[in-house]
């Protein structure tokens, strides 16, 4: 059988890619590897956001230049938003990359990878750039459709992404992404019913629906138009599934209606990632985000009164251009005054392509933007932790989601001793599923899981927990999670459950 490894970067839409390429190859027979030296086929599925994760990604290539050269079989591939980003440059940066693939051309990967090996040469599959054509020939470039699922590539078995948009048409100044994926598209909402109602005959449990703009969904056909609020509504009615999610939404977007959806439907998770990217006005401006500090502060006080106890992150991106100590000092307040579960700060790297890198100076010094970074981060990680005191001494519904990362990095610790005295036959495949870093049934471990809201909850539990909806008293927190241990009725009665 020959065999696949696979490296993903980047967002959950890079991570929904990698499943269906990794199901149309096994389809094609291959298995998974974990060890990039043992693959017949190495693929780095990519990510363009910021330009650290390019270079990333050329230093792997770099590494695997010997192993190309002492087996010229190999098939070395980049897909995703780098390899529509740089499109001939991966081939003049790393000569020995056979084939590169853009996100909306993901459906090709197995033809390509059988017209390298027959020795067709180097394949090139991108879709059209913004302003190559016509609206309807550039959409339909990129148009990617989402036939096969790979249950064991999913986050865990019970647990998949599903895709719901593509592309985005808002065109902020710093992000790459309208280039590389494209004409924002919705997705039809019977193949999206079609597909979620799939995924809970396998065993699924929670969807995270996935969209640049998540809560800009719209389609229309004849008559009828479906908002994101009646998709979620649709799917609300799937048995099986329990969980909803969704990222990442628009703040402009944030209407009513879906707030209203949120806080009605009990299967939907009480969790809004709704980037704001800065707190100055003339930031917004600069960004092209499309609204103003005053508009943003007021979705949020909308949102927290109309939904008790929901989590609301954000993103914030620092020392974009002209980005002053003011305007710096006024995302800081938002953030002091948003009370944000999370949010994820970014420095600013200017994207060749973007209006930003095309009009405006990339002029805060990297030595300020990593200040602010860790400033921001700072009054962050305080407010996260402070927030995340109410829960103790409460219990919180737990969704379990597997091994915590401390218990998987004992059991990878005692696998290499054991594999010391007996070496292992083959590797375990990558992605969730049977067998995957798991302790043996039935033996306590450490696990985690997260509430309706996100929060992450690490516990002591069984193995057998895995996939199940279990409560837990909540003894400890940090910024970033709860620690507890499994309620046990006769025991802790009285806690009362938070979310
Ligand atoms: N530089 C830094 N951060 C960026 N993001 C998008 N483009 C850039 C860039 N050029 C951030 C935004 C977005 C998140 C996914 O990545 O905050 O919400
Ligand atoms: Fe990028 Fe803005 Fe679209 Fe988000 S909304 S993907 S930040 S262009």
Redesign the pocket.
């Known amino acids: 059988m020959p065999k696949l490894y696979i490296e993903t970067v980047g967002c959950q839409m890079n991570v929904l890619d990698s499943e269906l390429v990794v199901a149309a190859l096994r389809k094609e027979g291959y298995e998974l590897t974990s060890d990039s030296a043992a693959a017949d086929t190495v693929i780095f599925n990519t990510c363009s956001v910021r330009e650290h994760a390019e270079e990333k990604i050329y230093s792997a290539l770099g590494r695997l230049k010997n192993a190309k050269q002492s087996n010229p079989e190999k098939v070395i591939g980049v897909i995703g938003c780098m390899a529509q980003n740089h499109q001939r440059t991966v081939f003049e940066r790393a000569p020995y990359v056979d084939l590169v693939v853009g996100p909306g051309q993901l459906h090709q990967v197995p033809e390509l990878i059988r017209k390298v090996q027959q020795g067709s040469g180097q394949q090139l599959e991108v879709s059209l750039g913004r302003k190559d054509g016509s609206r309807e020939n550039i959409t339909r470039s990129h148009e990617s459709f989402d036939p096969l699922r790979d249950p064991t590539m999913r986050p865990t078995p019970f647990q998949a992404y599903v895709r719901i948009q593509i592309g985005?048409d808002?065109?902020?100044t710093?992000?790459i992404?309208?280039s590389v994926r494209g004409p924002e598209q919705s997705r039809s909402p019977q193949h999206i019913l079609a597909e979620a109602r799939q995924l809970a005959d396998e065993g699924c449990k929670e969807i995270t629906l996935l969209g640049?703009?998540v809560n800009s969904y719209k389609y229309t056909e004849g008559e009828t138009t479906t908002r994101f609020s009646d998709l979620i509504t649709s799917l609300h009615d799937i048995e099986g599934i329990d969980r909803i999610k969704f990222v990442?939404n628009?703040p402009k977007d944030m209407t009513d209606d879906l707030l209203i959806a949120v806080r009605d439907l009990p299967k939907c998770c009480k969790y809004l990632h709704v980037?704001a990217?800065s707190g100055s006005d003339a930031q917004l401006k600069t960004m092209r985000?499309g609204y103003t500090v005053a508009e943003y502060r007021e979705m949020l006080a909308r949102t927290y009164e109309m939904i008790p106890n929901v989590a609301v992150t954000s993103d914030f991106i620092v020392g974009f251009s002209g980005e002053t100590d003011e305007d710096f000092q006024m995302s800081m307040d938002l953030v002091r005054e948003s009370r944000f579960k999370n949010s994820f700060i970014f420095k600013y790297s200017e994207r060749p392509g973007t209006k930003g890198a095309q009009h405006m100076i990339d002029d805060v010094p990297d030595a300020v933007k990593r200040a602010r970074n860790q400033e921001m981060l700072a009054l962050q990680n305080e407010i996260s932790e402070e927030d995340n005191q109410r829960f103790l001494g409460g219990k919180v519904e737990v969704l379990v989601e597997g091994l915590s990362k401390a218990a998987i990095k004992k059991e990878a610790e005692l696998q290499n001793a054991n594999e010391q005295i007996t070496p292992s036959p083959s590797p375990s495949p990558q992605g969730g599923g049977e067998g995957h870093g798991m302790a043996p049934q039935g033996q306590q471990t450490q696990l985690t899981g997260r509430t309706m809201c996100d929060r992450i909850v690490v516990f002591d539990g069984n193995r057998r927990q895995v996939g199940e909806t279990i409560d837990i008293a909540i003894y400890d927190a940090n910024a970033h999670t709860l620690f507890g241990s499994v309620v046990t009725q006769h025991l802790t009665p009285e806690l009362v459950t938070l979310s």
Do not use: A, G, I, S
Request: glycine content about 0%; some cysteine.
């Open positions: 985005c808002k065109f902020c710093y992000c992404v309208p640049q703009t990442t628009y980037p990217q985000r």
